[in-house]
């Protein structure tokens, strides 16, 4: 019996605020395996907090989150060795060294073969020679790297992206295009944010508009049309503030 859930992220009814503004209202999305998923809007739209919510790096005001069938509240354990998360914040430790931060990540994942791994994931991302230079002394481009190395390290099911080309040259931008493309195409799932209509975005299949916290709308098809049906989504909304 295959036992695989239907949706790999199911949230309902996402409710959170700061004080007085409602970041996310009534958040309800399906992601499935397999899905390349953008999210699209102004700042402030919701898009950094919906992710957030879904790395279980923010907690909800009301509403609910499963990944892979799993409660985040109640199964946090196996929650995160299904997520991956490339954020704005690269959640490395400075002082220590590349190969270092990967080795205490990969000893809380419960890694095997972790040596291998480590090896694997910085020649991956081209940081071969830096292994052993603490990450203080790294350019914002190569801790990006290393921060795709991290979050990748345990090959989790569904991977959360927010901006992940921020930083990035041009060599290590291509690299990451070229791995989400071998990531869906393995059956697996990205649920990225972005503002940049023109990078990594080969193979998204679902596009999703936030606005205000509030998904606007839901759309699939050519890169082409969405980019059109996107700008015409800002100037509408810019008619509406003036």
Not at 9 to 24: D, H, S
Not at 184 to 211: P, Y
Request: proline residues 2%; charged residues 30%; glycine residues 8%.
């Amino acid at each position: 019996m295959n036992l695989r859930p239907k949706a790999v992220v199911q949230i309902e009814k996402v409710e959170k605020w700061f004080g007085r503004t409602n970041a996310l209202e009534g958040i309800t999305l399906t992601v499935r395996p397999g899905d390349f998923m953008v999210l699209l809007g102004r700042n402030g739209a919701g898009k950094s907090t919906l992710l957030r919510v879904m790395a279980r790096m923010l907690k909800p005001n009301s509403g609910k989150v499963e990944i892979c069938g799993f409660d985040v509240r109640h199964d946090p354990e196996r929650v995160r060795q299904r997520l991956g998360f490339v954020a704005h914040s690269s959640y490395l430790y400075r002082h220590l060294t590349a190969r270092e931060n990967l080795r205490f990540f990969a000893r809380l994942y419960n890694l095997e073969n972790i040596d291998q791994k480590i090896q694997e994931a910085l020649g991956w991302v081209g940081l071969e020679q830096s292994a052993d230079r603490q990450v203080l002394g790294f350019s914002r481009g190569m801790q990006q790297r290393l921060a795709i190395a991290r979050a990748t390290l345990h090959r989790p099911e569904i991977l959360l992206m927010d901006e992940p080309f921020s930083g990035l040259d041009l060599e290590a931008a291509e690299l990451l295009t070229q791995w989400m493309k071998s990531f869906v195409s393995a059956a697996k799932t990205i649920v990225m944010a972005t503002h940049d209509l023109e990078q990594g975005l080969s193979g998204v299949n679902r596009w999703v508009f936030l606005e205000k916290g509030r998904i606007e709308k839901e759309l699939t098809g050519d890169f082409q049309i969405i980019r059109e049906r996107y700008k015409q989504f800002l100037r509408e909304r810019k008619g509406e503030l003036s």
